[in-house]
């Protein structure tokens, strides 16, 4: 190493004289810690209402296949979901256990960060109440989803990063590498935050910490535990990479304009609270914090991405907890008087108020009969993000229907067959959801376990079936027609409330084709 690169490296491990730690009040943090534990407390007193998600099946599904990748997520969330499954069980409660503690762990991370970059008492209590009053949080916190542990995950990178420029300590990078690549493993969104991190860091000083060691041992850590699952994708040509390029050849995803796009993210994030985020991306532009400015860079580059990919409106938010946290010690700082306080204290109160009002929206508060009620006057536009059937639930609720009766009523024709028919009667499913439902319920109803060419069930194959005899969910009648010697109608399901579990179930006679010999025709990723 030459002279500069030396003098690159003692820089880089030395803390700067500005950014030593403060001592910050340890009641703040024990205020937001209590905020946590209710907010854990409040998403567990709702967890069993409304019914499984279909994604929810699927993810008990892929539990049960553990591996390294799957069509649509990396291995991470499975693995977790076999381990709740094997320990807690598979109720309502017991897995949607760790979104909660997952939600209750941002609120305590936006805390810690909020202190981290300087705030006292009030910073860190407005950013974990912040996060708490940011509806899409809170969602992402009642329902088992590949959304979980994003907020948790981004925050504790980003507080190390922090800890990393605070200290001077490189050996940190080894932690962020670790964390990242864990990150990675449960998202791969995370990937799209740390390319307009990287353009943060070539645009500020923290450029030379692209020349220590540490940083490349951290890229070293972060690439031993993504590798397993780059492989797995290698290895089968990329499915992740065929299914976005389906789904946008399919144009199954809302294309926002721009007004609709902020729109949709003031909404998520909360449309009063969303005020800190502006303000947290303004204050690390600030003297204050300098050093800081990567992260107001990569926010604007970050949704700058988002937008031009056409991102979902919720696949923009495990940024928004960072935000706030910024957001609350940029409101300290500013308003310093007595009245100005007073002033944040009732915005705040005023978007407590807001949050109540869409609550509904995020956490299953009311019965399903008053939230379809509440639907009918809300006066807000709803924005899907996918071009779908929808009900007058949010998409969130309405795929909570349907499934155990469609169990239901596959059992009651599947049982009415023969022991020899049985035998051969395979159950496919067009939607993973289905054959999630059959695949859950199924055992206690004498079902066998279903098949279906959707996302990662294609790699389970055929389980032995030729298609002598099948009973079939969410096909056209058309296309079993052009392929079935004979089609009858099983049931006609028509259910309240149910967006994917409706549609007739059909049963079919006789493939023109052995589903083991052209499973390969079956294959649909979208």
Not at 353 to 373: G, Y
Not at 497 to 524: M, Q, V
Request: charged letters at 15%; aromatic letters at 14%.
């Amino acid at each position: 190493m030459n002279d500069d690169g030396k003098d690159a490296v003692a820089a880089a491990a030395l803390p700067h004289p500005a950014l030593a730690p403060q001592s910050v009040s340890p009641q703040g943090l024990r205020i937001a810690a209590s905020i946590s534990v209710c907010v854990i407390i409040f998403l567990l007193c709702f967890a069993r209402r409304y019914g499984y998600m279909a994604d929810e099946l699927y993810f008990l599904a892929c539990a049960e296949h553990p591996d390294w990748g799957y069509v649509d997520l990396p291995p991470m969330l499975p693995w977790l979901t076999w381990v709740v499954r094997h320990t807690i069980g598979s109720s309502l409660l017991a897995i949607r256990f760790y979104p909660a503690l997952a939600c209750g762990a941002t609120v305590m991370l936006a805390a810690q960060l909020a202190s981290e970059l300087g705030g006292r008492r009030r910073a860190v209590v407005t950013a974990a109440v912040l996060v708490v009053l940011s509806p899409v949080v809170l969602g992402t916190g009642h329902i088992l989803s590949t959304n979980a542990l994003d907020y948790p995950l981004w925050l504790a990178a980003v507080l190390l990063l922090v800890r990393i420029e605070k200290t001077g300590q490189p050996r940190l990078w080894i932690a962020f590498g670790a964390v990242v690549g864990v990150a990675l493993l449960h998202k791969y969104s995370l990937a799209f935050y740390l390319a307009p991190l990287l353009v943060g860091m070539l645009l500020t000083p923290w450029r030379r910490w692209l020349r220590t060691r540490w940083f490349w041992a951290g890229v070293a850590v972060l690439s031993i535990i993504v590798m397993p699952n780059i492989l797995w994708q290698v290895d089968r040509g990329f499915p992740f990479l065929q299914l976005q390029h389906n789904i946008a050849n399919n144009h199954r995803n809302v294309i926002l304009s721009p007004a609709q796009f902020i729109f949709a993210q003031a909404l998520l994030a909360n449309f009063l609270s969303f005020a800190f985020v502006i303000a947290g991306a303004v204050f690390f532009f600030t003297p204050p914090m300098k050093r800081f400015r990567a992260f107001g860079w990569a926010f604007l580059a970050y949704m700058l991405l988002m937008y031009a990919l056409h991102a979902k409106d919720y696949q923009v938010a495990p940024v928004y907890p960072t935000m706030f946290a910024a957001g609350a010690v940029a409101a300290e700082r500013w308003f310093q008087t007595r009245w100005s306080r007073r002033l944040i204290v009732g915005y705040i109160f005023a978007a407590a108020a807001l949050l109540v009002a869409l609550l509904p929206l995020c956490v299953p508060v009311l019965s399903v009969e008053l939230l379809d009620r509440y639907c009918h006057h809300l006066p807000l536009q709803r924005l899907e993000p996918e071009h779908n059937k929808h009900t007058s639930l949010p998409d969130l609720y309405s795929d909570n229907f349907g499934w155990r009766e469609t169990a239901e009523m596959v059992s009651h024709y599947y049982n009415a067959l023969t022991p020899e028919e049985r035998a051969r009667t395979a159950i496919v499913g067009n939607f993973y959801g289905e054959s999630g439902a059959i695949d859950f319920f199924g055992p206690a109803l004498g079902l066998p376990k279903a098949i279906s060419g959707h996302h990662s069930y294609w790699y389970w194959g055929s389980r032995g079936y030729t298609g002598e005899s099948v009973i079939a969910l969410d096909f056209k009648i058309e296309t079993l027609k052009s392929h079935c010697a004979s089609v009858s109608l099983v049931a006609d399901r028509d259910i309240p409330w149910a967006r994917n579990a409706s549609g007739p179930i059909y049963y079919c006679r006789k493939l023109d084709f052995d589903l083991t010999k052209h499973w390969e025709d079956l294959k649909h990723f979208d």
